[in-house]
């Protein structure tokens, strides 16, 4: 720690203007061509050797990206002159924990003053502790890394079971083809409105503080219905926003359904696994019988995601109402032997997938807690135990799941 001495960022590197390359100008080669959001395309020249670093200077001010290779920064983008022969990657991760994406200038033509950034204050180890916390960090980065291929692989798995099974069921039967496309001859189509009961929620008034103030009761937004199970709510209304509004309290098992938001909100589900009431945004659906398991309407609704999407309707806000989704067609087979061996098998894929998510938000949060301690000196690479770090075990983020 001795060793580490205070400077500025002017002081150790320079910020560089790219040049122009529009994608007429570019001929297919292997050099990145980087703008302000990353690599937007290759060209058989460089104009920088690598590695280097390129920071948006325009548009996504402050973003830093990296090139081991030689690469082509245009003009909305600086690139790094290092000064003093430091680590590049140590300098990447010292740039991307110094909030440059924050000094965007407030002239007519926004953008990444340099002479601001140049006045940042840093502390600078020795050029030996720099390629080792460098090295710690990019074992965290490559780790986040794998979890996001592992996330992506095990998705795509998910969304191909879902086509096999609700196409072809697991009895081997022949397939008829119908409104939702082709599925096992015994099954049945008929609509979710004749097994299950939907209803939707409502928003106690926000000018009223008793139905908020030290609020009790968890209440379900839309933006919380995304595919899994809702334990925790980030708003609770009180007994008296309960009794005296259209929310309503719901038990678990509940499945929700997302009737209003834009992008990519509206028509995904969740399972409720708390008691809840839930905003007027959200259906309801709970069965009146026991023909169809909700959990294998869950999965089929999961399965029709896009085409669920489509049959909203309105103006510029579209949305999805209660009576279209009582009249959403689920196919199902009347084998409930058969409907819980589908929920089990893509409940395990489900199960793999928050797997890999809480372990990636593990890892983010330590990447993001190393670097800022690393980079102040605040910790020494010496102080990590270099077995554990990035590492959390299976069975500890499986027991936080299940809690």
């Known amino acids: 720690m001795n060793a580490w001495r205070e400077s500025c960022i002017g002081e150790e590197i320079e910020f560089a203007y790219g040049k122009s390359l529009p994608a007429h100008a570019r001929e297919t080669g292997p050099f990145g ?8 395309g290759h060209h058989s020249e460089q104009l920088i050797s690598g590695p280097g670093i390129i920071v948006g200077r325009k548009g996504s001010v402050g973003r830093i990206a990296y090139s081991k290779e030689g690469f082509w920064p245009i003009d909305t983008t600086y690139y ?16 991307s924990s110094i909030g440059l994406d924050g000094l965007n200038s407030h002239s007519a ?8 950034a140049y006045s940042i204050p840093v502390r600078m180890p020795t050029k030996s502790e720099q390629r080792q916390i460098a090295l710690a960090l990019d074992t965290i980065e490559n780790s986040i890394t794998i979890e996001e291929a592992a996330i992506e692989k095990t998705t795509a798995l998910k969304r191909a079971t879902m086509q096999e099974l609700f196409t072809r069921g697991l009895r081997g039967e022949a397939q008829k083809e119908t409104e ?9 189509i008929e609509l979710i409105g004749r097994h299950f009961s939907v209803v939707s929620g409502g928003t106690p008034s926000r000018k009223r503080s008793s139905f908020w103030s030290e609020g009790t009761v968890p209440w379900v937004k839309t933006t919380e219905v995304n595919y ?14 309960l009794e005296q509004s259209a929310a309503k309290l719901l038990p678990p098992g509940t499945l929700l359904l997302a009737m209003y938001g834009q992008g990519v909100t509206r028509g995904k589900v969740a399972i409720l696994g708390i008691e809840a009431a839930c905003n007027q945004a959200c259906a309801a659906i709970n069965p009146v019988d026991d023909r169809v398991d909700p959990k294998f309407l869950y999965h089929f609704l999961s399965f029709r995601y896009e085409e669920i ?26 084998d409930r032997g058969e409907q819980s061996e589908i929920v089990a098998i893509l409940d395990a894929i489900v199960r793999k997938i928050d ?13 993001r807690a190393f670097l800022h301690k690393l980079m102040t000196g605040e910790i020494s690479v010496a102080d990590l135990d270099p077995s554990s770090v990035g590492r959390k075990t299976t069975s500890e983020l499986t027991q936080e799941g299940n809690r």
């Not at 061509?33 to 937007?40: A, E, L, R, T």
């Open 309 to 334: 999407r489509r049959l909203a309707h309105g103006g510029q806000q579209q949305n999805l109402n209660l009576e279209i989704v009582r009249a959403l067609p689920v196919a199902y087979t009347a």
């Open 80 to 95: 790094v002159v290092n000064k003093n022969d430091h680590e590049w990657r140590f300098l990447y991760h010292l740039l």
């Open 355 to 367: 797997l890999h998510r809480r372990k990636r938000a593990f890892l983010d949060d330590l990447f």
């Open 33 to 40: 061509v980087f703008g302000s959001n990353g690599c937007v």
């Open 180 to 188: 939702v496309g082709p599925m096992p001859e015994s099954w049945t």
């Open 228 to 241: 899994g199970v809702v334990r925790e709510t980030e708003e609770q209304i009180t007994q008296a926003g």
């Open 109 to 116: 033509v926004p953008g990444l003053n340099r002479e601001d």
